[in-house]
């Protein structure tokens, strides 16, 4: 079992900087996927960003969104700029576990003037 706690969740103004973190209960190794994926409003859940030795992430985001990983802290990070009202959406980070898939319990993020 894995439990994933996420936070820096918020209201921020369009233009401005969040930085999202899911720490993990228990050591997550290299080899082991993590990542993002967000959830807006009437919309299906869709991956942001995923880190396996390199990192991939949406064309939505590319430029804006920065992904890293700390495998010392068992802890993933999203560092979010440049934010707009469309990236309005509960935000879910993620881990592959020997085939299996833990979810964080989600973290609003809200761009709004």
């Known amino acids: 079992q894995v439990q994933l706690v996420e936070s820096g969740g918020g209201l921020v103004q369009p233009g401005g900087s969040l930085q999202l973190s899911c720490a993990a209960s228990?050591?997550?190794?290299?080899?082991?996927?993590m990542g993002w994926y967000r959830q807006a409003p009437g919309k299906e859940r869709v991956l942001v960003a995923r880190?396996?030795?390199?990192?991939y992430y949406a064309d939505s985001v590319k430029g804006r969104f920065t992904a890293s990983r700390d495998n010392a802290k068992n802890t993933v990070y999203l560092q979010m700029k440049s934010l707009k009202p469309e990236d309005t959406a509960v935000y879910y980070c993620?881990?592959?576990?020997?085939?299996?898939?833990?979810w964080g319990q989600g973290t609003q993020v809200t761009v709004s003037s």
């Open positions: 993620y881990c592959d576990v020997v085939g299996r898939r833990y």
């Open positions: 880190i396996i030795g390199g990192t």
């Open positions: 228990r050591s997550i190794f290299s080899l082991n996927t």
